[in-house]
């Protein structure tokens, strides 16, 4: 009984990204223009249709990925016209059904420079995580490294990877430029902001920067302004909620920037208040 209780609380003070319950399906919808979510209740997953194929953002857990191709197929398109697998960061939620992906699809999988070596380990390599068995997941081939800034071109469609480090060390959040009825918009799927249980934010041996990281990346994303808030969970931009309110408000409720400032700003507010903590 004690060992049981034991586990318990050592399971419930892991990383909260990592603590979740066995996945569920979600409803697969077109966001605004062709930016579709294929994900599943907590997990997110993005794919942009273009002509010329599609992009997949975030492949989820291993057993996320039937119901990520099962929610393509729903909306009419086809898992084999994945041609680029991005992720938002190299943590087993958003990058272990990689492998899986890119041999159903034979996508290109393109990763920020300073997340490969995790992503190409399974994690292995992770600052925080490299000696939790528990957190790695199948190793994985990149086929292209990005850099900050640069611009992913598909069938007309343009994203852009932008380094919101500190989270993970290629920590990225996607910019897409899509149209939708007409008038043009930013959608900006944020990587992740939240201090892990566990990160050290000053004096870090594996990994120095981490504080300026989070302090550039709340910088990035504040310029960013975007007008559809997005996110690597579904939770941060109230997923559920919006996908209520869809078709039955005159407006799109993902076309949110006031939502997007607040939510950068609060982050801004708890990630001084855990660096305060830190350096008492
Ligand atoms: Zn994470």
């Known amino acids: 009984m004690k060992k049981t209780l034991l586990i318990f ?21 077109r966001i605004a223009g062709n930016l579709y979510y294929v994900g599943t209740d907590d997990l997110t997953s993005y794919l942009i249709v273009t002509p010329k194929g599609n992009i997949l953002i975030n492949s989820e857990l291993e057993a996320n990925v039937p119901m990520i191709k099962s929610s393509i197929e729903k909306l009419g398109f086809k898992f084999s016209d994945t041609k680029i697998l991005l992720i938002s960061h190299a943590h087993f939620d958003h990058a272990a059904g990689s492998h899986l992906i890119k041999q159903q699809t034979n996508s290109k999988y393109m990763v920020m420079d300073a997340d490969a070596s995790d992503v190409e380990s399974g994690g292995r390599t992770n600052f925080n995580y490299a000696h939790d068995p528990s957190t790695y997941f199948p190793k994985t081939i990149v086929d292209k490294i990005l850099h900050d800034g640069d611009r992913i071109e598909l069938g007309g469609t ?18 897409i430029r899509l149209k939708d009825h007409g008038k043009q918009y930013k959608a900006i799927i944020i990587g992740s902001l939240s201090v892990n249980p566990g990160y050290q934010l000053i004096h870090n041996k594996t990994y120095p920067n981490i504080l300026h990281d989070y302090q550039h990346a709340i910088k990035v994303l504040k310029a960013l302004h975007g ?30 920037p006031q939502a997007y400032e607040k939510y950068i700003a609060k982050q801004e507010v708890m990630f001084n208040r855990e660096l305060a903590k830190q350096a008492l």
Not at 20 to 26: A, E
Not at 231 to 244: C, I, P, R
């Open 9 to 29: 609380i050592l399971l419930l003070a892991r990383h909260a990204c990592f603590a979740y319950p066995l996945p569920h399906p979600f409803p697969p919808f």
């Open 158 to 175: 343009t994203l852009i990877a932008h380094l919101t480090a500190g989270h993970t060390p290629g920590c990225t959040s996607w910019e």
């Open 227 to 256: 007008d559809i808030f997005l996110a690597s969970h579904a939770g941060m931009f109230d997923l559920q909620k919006k996908y209520t309110l869809l078709n039955k408000t005159k407006s799109n409720p993902f076309i949110d």
